[in-house]
């Protein structure tokens, strides 16, 4: 996925897309515990779903637009083998260091028992995104 439709500039002192706008995540997401908590929630039963973002970055923007929000993505985060959560890497810096080791965005990891043990890197598309939480879901 390559197209920005979220209201965007470049910024030439960084080099990065830049939003000049966020879009919100779906409530499955806002309401979410802390990526920390989540992993504890998790136990060895679920897979934890971390959605790495920055209000900055438009691709971020851009994949929350077009996937995040979508509905069929929001029903397969409720499953059950999931518990999905999001973090903010300008936030919580110090978080995604330590519990993602990276604080490359936009980027979704899946944990099990606190390692990540896949990644879907950049901003993807519904279809995409329900692919590789199918495959997931499979392990």
Avoid at 74 to 83: H, K, P, Q, T, V
Avoid at 87 to 92: G, H, K, P, T
Avoid at 98 to 117: C, N, Q
Wanted: glycine share 6%; net charge negative.
């Amino acid at each position: 996925m390559d197209r920005l439709t979220v209201a965007h500039e470049y910024d030439p002192t960084t080099g990065f897309i830049v939003a000049r706008e966020t879009v919100a995540l779906p409530p499955i997401l806002a309401d979410s515990p802390r990526l920390d908590s989540a992993v504890a929630l998790a136990g060895s039963d679920r897979i934890v779903l971390a959605f790495a973002t920055a209000d900055r970055c438009a691709p971020c923007q851009q994949y929350k637009r077009d996937a995040l929000n979508d509905g069929a993505v929001i029903a397969r985060l409720g499953d059950a083998r999931f518990l999905p959560t999001h973090i903010e890497v300008d936030r919580s810096p110090e978080l995604a260091d330590a519990m993602l080791g990276s604080r490359g965005i936009p980027m979704t990891y899946a944990l099990r028992e606190g390692k990540v043990f896949a990644v879907l890197r950049g901003q993807r598309s519904a279809a995409q995104l329900l692919a590789w939480l199918d495959a997931l879901a499979r392990e």
